[in-house]
């Protein structure tokens, strides 16, 4: 093995472990997991939610916890493109660079409901702190936003018709997820 070899390996590893706690944190907000969402971020890291919140990263947690967290809260984020780019002159340092697209059922302000489906950009700071990578400073710019009647059909009634067998997701702790057991008896 070649002297660069291990340190071409540690890089791969840490990636791969910022990647994984980018696509956590996205888990977390779809299924209103508050804890997870929480430890993704460091102690005091800060949040720059693209104008709606600047903040600790606490507090913007605490800001939005309810509309996480409610039963009837639909949401899908897919983060793709994720870019982590590690100084070499500081391994304990980071930038990530993702991108996401996140569908949302929304109540409307006609007392409505509709389907939004947003892109953003996220760029964050991680940090590695106490052998764990997390976010220190988060900074989220919007890109497009297209908003649509609800019309959930599930393709034309093809899949499922007015009286689904269909099992949907759910909240945390009532997820298949967060299941002590994945076999079919135990999701019945």
């Known amino acids: 093995m070649s002297p660069s070899e291990p340190t071409r390996l540690a890089v791969l590893l840490d990636k791969q ?18 804890a997870t969402v929480a430890g993704c971020y460091l102690p005091g890291a800060t949040e720059d939610h693209g104008g709606l919140f600047v903040g600790p990263a606490t507090d913007y947690l605490a800001s939005v916890a309810d509309a996480l967290t409610h039963p009837r809260a639909v949401t899908t984020h897919f983060t793709t493109n994720v870019l982590v780019e590690l ?3 500081d391994a304990d340092t980071a930038r990530v660079e993702s ?5 949302a059922r929304v ?15 996220i760029v964050d700071e991680f940090a590695r702190e106490d052998g764990r990578w997390g976010i220190r400073h988060r ?3 919007w890109e497009w936003n297209h ?10 009634g093809l899949i499922a018709g007015p009286d689904s067998p ?8 009532d997820d ?13």
């Open 99 to 103: 991108y996401v697209l996140a569908f």
């Open 147 to 156: 908003d649509m009647d609800r019309t959930e059909g599930w393709a034309f």
């Open 17 to 34: 472990e910022i990647q994984e706690v980018v696509v956590r944190y996205m888990r977390g907000i779809d299924r209103g997991d508050l």
């Open 107 to 121: 109540r409307r302000p006609d007392g409505g409901v509709g389907d939004t489906l947003t892109a953003a950009r």
């Open 139 to 141: 900074v989220l710019r």
């Open 166 to 173: 269909l099992r949907r997701s759910a909240k945390h702790p």
């Open 87 to 89: 100084p070499p002159e």
């Open 176 to 188: 298949v997820l967060y299941a002590d057991s994945l076999a079919p008896e135990a999701h019945a």
